[in-house]
């Protein structure tokens, strides 16, 4: 089977819409976790980075990637890279704003103070480095008193 | 800060859909109420933790040993969040809850007073229980009245509902698997089917404080046959029989019908009189002691700021 360009495409647009298992409302395009879709004559290889190594939800997110395309009749590789590394800027901004306001999770960002999403305060003080998964940090707000989680950025700590 | 100037009004506010913050001046009473329910909630992860933990070196295969990783760490984590919000209400500090947890003083959910004999009665804790306490979870969360508890609730519903994805697909694997497997998935079923019916607890009492308050928003009858619904035509399209002789679909309704449940061994489990409590509870003490140093470690680590 020769893979065509509009092939390719709507393969990409399955493959991009395809929900995160740990977060319903995104999708692995809006986190950040879907790299590249691509393809030579005859086969089509959906790479993915993923946001943590030895993140659980791989296998899965693999599975749902598969099932995507082969509901379009594409059989697809997926491949995990390890470059380039996830840093939690490759979340689009309205999946940080979903992120923020749904899940009360924040995003540090490059420059100034990781702000509460709950009340947008500035003074979170960090109560552990993993949260409930790996990829996120838990803080407390003495501002609002609510816990606050926030996912974790080698190249960003939280400030 | 909000404040009310009478039950009446504070109830009017909370049946308008009002949700109550931590720096308001609530109620004693809603305070106390709030906070023996996320108590509750915060012990029964921690003892879902470790329950799970014990099956990191058992579960079979790489994939499976990541997955009960993953999912200690989850149930950890809630706990760790529950805990902080139930500390932040100024009824007990956190140690305190520890230590009444760990001398049997106070309660955790009845599913983690029972033994996990097998592989497969992990299979039916995470297919069965999880998705017996996310239906709960969930009804809580529809219309909670407490603002940091229901935000917690979002991302603890967000995950548990990936362990039950996981438990459906393990469970399913047993039951197409070869007939030992199905055999062995049978017996668990039959183990853990009633433990997870009756985690909804009896029906609700006229006036429950925490449905009148909106801390839970569905009674608990309600919650456990639609659990029935979803679970009987589940288990049976499996090829597996359900432990409940009187178990039978109601000709008028098409509504599947469970046996009268006798709650009197259920009062004495949550009252950790269960079959596996006391076992449990020791279990979870040892590994409080022995974890010790790590707290100790972290609680004197400086941070250096950035």
């Known amino acids: 089977m020769t893979i065509t360009q509009s092939d390719l495409e709507t393969v990409r647009s399955a493959v991009a819409s395809v929900k995160d298992p740990e977060y319903p409302d995104l999708t692995i395009e809006q986190l ?99 949260g409930p998964t790996a990829c996120r940090s838990v803080h407390w707000c003495a501002e609002c ?10 190249e960003a700590p939280v400030q | 800060m909000r404040t009310w100037n009478s039950m009446e009004e504070f109830e009017e506010f909370l049946d308008a859909g009002g949700v109550v913050e931590p720096n308001d001046a609530m109620p004693e009473s809603y305070r106390n109420a709030v906070f023996r329910f996320i108590e509750l ?24 040993k990541l997955t009960a990783l993953a999912k200690t760490q989850d149930e950890i984590g809630h706990a760790h969040l529950l805990y902080m919000v139930a500390a932040d209400l100024a009824i007990k500090t956190r140690e305190e809850m520890m230590v009444d947890l760990l001398e049997g003083r106070t309660h955790f959910h009845n599913v983690f007073h029972y ?102 928003s569905e009674r608990n009858e309600v919650l456990r046959d639609r659990y029935v619904q979803k679970f009987v035509p589940q288990l049976l399209g499996g090829g597996f029989t359900i432990p409940d002789p009187g178990l039978r679909k109601d000709p008028v309704d098409g509504r599947w019908k469970i046996s009268e449940i006798d709650w009197e061994p259920l009062k004495k489990t949550m009252r950790n009189g269960g079959p596996d409590s006391a076992r449990r509870i020791a279990d979870a003490r040892t590994a409080w002691q022995n974890a010790h140093w790590v707290r100790e470690a972290l609680d004197s680590s400086v941070e250096v700021p950035a």
């Open chain 2, 115 to 216: 033994r996990v004999h097998s592989w497969t009665d992990q299979i039916a804790v995470a297919y069965l229980v999880d998705a017996a306490a996310l239906a709960s979870q969930q009804a809580v969360f529809k219309n909670c009245s407490y603002g940091p508890y229901k935000r917690i609730l979002r991302r603890v519903i967000a995950e548990e509902g990936f362990h039950m994805r996981n438990g459906e697909e393990m469970m399913l694997l047993m039951a197409h698997g070869t007939e030992t497997q199905h055999d062995m998935m049978q017996e668990s079923i039959n183990r853990w089917w009633l433990p997870a019916v009756q985690l909804f607890g009896p029906d609700s009492r006229p006036g429950d404080e925490l449905l009148k308050w909106h801390i839970k």
């Open chain 1, 32 to 130: 950040g976790i879907l790299e590249n879709v691509v393809a030579d004559a005859s086969s089509i290889r959906v790479d993915l980075v993923p946001t943590i190594l030895g993140c659980p939800a791989l296998s899965t997110i693999e599975q749902d990637v598969k099932a995507a395309a082969r509901r379009l009749g594409h059989e697809v590789a997926v491949q995990f890279c390890r470059s380039p590394v996830w840093t939690p800027d490759r979340i689009t901004k309205d999946a940080q704003h979903i992120l923020a306001n749904e899940y009360t999770i924040a995003i540090t960002p490059r420059l100034g103070r990781t702000q509460c999403p709950v009340c947008g305060g500035r003074s979170l003080e960090k109560r552990s480095d993993v």
């Open chain 1, 145 to 154: 008193r609510n816990p606050v989680e926030v996912v974790r950025s080698r």
């Open chain 2, 41 to 64: 909630h915060a012990n029964s992860e921690y003892m879902g933790g470790l329950t799970e933990r014990d099956w990191i070196p058992k579960a079979p295969g790489m994939h499976r």
